[in-house]
T-cell receptor, first 109, second 116 residues
Framework: GQNIDQPTEMTATEGAIVQINCTYQ??????LFWYQQHAGEAPTFLSY??LDGLEEKGRFSSFLSRSKGYSYLLLKELQMKDSASYLC??????????WGAGTKLIIKP | GAVVSQHPSWVICKSGTSVKIECRSL??????MFWYRQFPKQSLMLMAT?????????EQGVEKDKFLINHASLTLSTLTVTSAHPEDSSFYIC????????????FGNGTRLTVT
């Protein structure tokens, strides 16, 4: 079966750095997406990785290791507005998106 | 960037009535759109894939006669919840991606449906 695992909830302090991990087992791989979703709102696109390595985009970076079936989203200089759920999703061999359950990130002052 | 518009943002209806939700891709053509449902504190659940000019593909467990999908043009898909019941109350979200196999999905703002 296809499976994506990410922690249910994480807590971090304003101004700090947090890393949200995602591991996956899917039938094929055509890329991994990270989305941010604030409570009561639709998800918004953060990043896309299809090759191994680190993609940096401002305060957010995303890393991929295809051999390990592993990705992480790194958030730096945390702000209160970063409190949200972060969803990991993998595009499988049929170009179907497989979603993780999301990680709820709580930022404390 | 690519924009997906969804309407209405929220709707309250009485049990037994039908509700239509519209999803539009504003600056690109989408041959395929996706409809998701999300219950509180849960992840997105794909309900169906809407295909322009053909029948929608429904996920297992989703009643096609209850959730009617019409994808009449390359920029518009509609989801109609027929004979709504309180258990249909949920957050419904549509999404689409610009042409290209690996283009990211862009989501509408979602529709919060409350059935009383």
């Amino acid at each position: 079966g296809q499976n994506i695992d990410q922690p249910t909830e994480m807590t971090a302090t304003e101004g700090a750095i947090v890393q949200i991990n995602c591991t996956y087992q899917t039938s094929g791989f055509n890329g991994l997406f990270w989305y941010q979703q604030h409570a009561g709102e639709a998800p918004t696109f953060l990043s896309y990785n299809v090759l191994d390595g680190l993609e940096e985009k401002g305060r957010f970076s995303s890393f991929l290791s295809r051999s390990k079936g592993y990705s992480y989203l790194l958030l730096k200089e945390l702000q209160m507005k970063d409190s949200a759920s972060y969803l990991c999703a993998v595009l499988d061999s049929n170009y179907q998106l497989i979603w993780g359950a999301g990680t709820k990130l709580i930022i404390k002052p | 960037g690519a924009v997906v518009s969804q309407h209405p943002s929220w709707v309250i209806c009485k049990s037994g009535t039908s509700v239509k939700i519209e999803c539009r891709s504003l600056d690109f053509q989408a041959t395929t759109m996706f409809w998701y449902r999300q219950f509180p504190k849960q992840s997105l659940m794909l309900m169906a894939t809407s295909n322009e000019g053909s029948k929608a593909t429904y996920e297992q467990g989703v009643e096609k006669d209850k959730f009617l999908i019409n994808h009449a043009s390359l920029t518009l898909s509609t989801l109609t919840v027929t004979s709504a019941h309180p258990e249909d109350s949920s957050f419904y979200i549509c999404s689409a991606s610009p042409p290209g196999d690996n283009s990211p999905l862009h989501f509408g703002n979602g529709t919060r449906l409350t059935v009383t």
